[in-house]
């Protein structure tokens, strides 16, 4: 539903989230798995695309949200999902003055993540499928699809 028929992506993603639990909401949910890079960079020349549809009436709203990062997309990662980017941080190459990540292998480990956005606007409550894109020179690099539900942030 993503990822092209022809070929495989050079970013690939394997993580699976723990389901989150109504009853203890301030527990952070944790990730498992890795993101396999096995072809260029991520870095702040790459671009970004996120898409939302949301679930209404028994089907889904295409493009009920839509945001577009030009260039920086891997300073836009850092700013806009700090709690994901923060997993992979130590990875991160240093004293180059941009935010970089070579390739490699990233993996997490029943790691505690924050799913806290804080550049972006308050979504109604309720069920989204997002779909992230990351591009360089307009080349898709990596695809991922997210359901996702919005529920209120107690005190």
Known sequence: MCEPDDRPLPWRWFLRATHFNPY???????????????????DDNCSGEVTAAARSNNQWKENAF??????????????NI???????????VKGTGMCKFPTGLYEVNNAPVNWSFP??????????????????AETLMACLLVDAKVVPRLG
Do not use: H, M, S, W
């Open 119 to 136: 550049n972006f606007p308050i979504l109604p409550y309720g069920q989204y499928r997002f779909r992230l894109k990351a591009l360089k």
């Open 82 to 92: 700090p709690g994901f980017y923060n997993l992979f941080k130590d990875k991160e």
């Open 24 to 42: 203890k909401p301030k527990e952070l949910q944790r990730l498992t798995g890795n993101i396999t890079v096995t072809n260029g960079t991520f």
């Open 66 to 79: 839509v945001a577009r990062f030009r260039n920086k997309g891997c300073q836009a990662v850092k700013e």
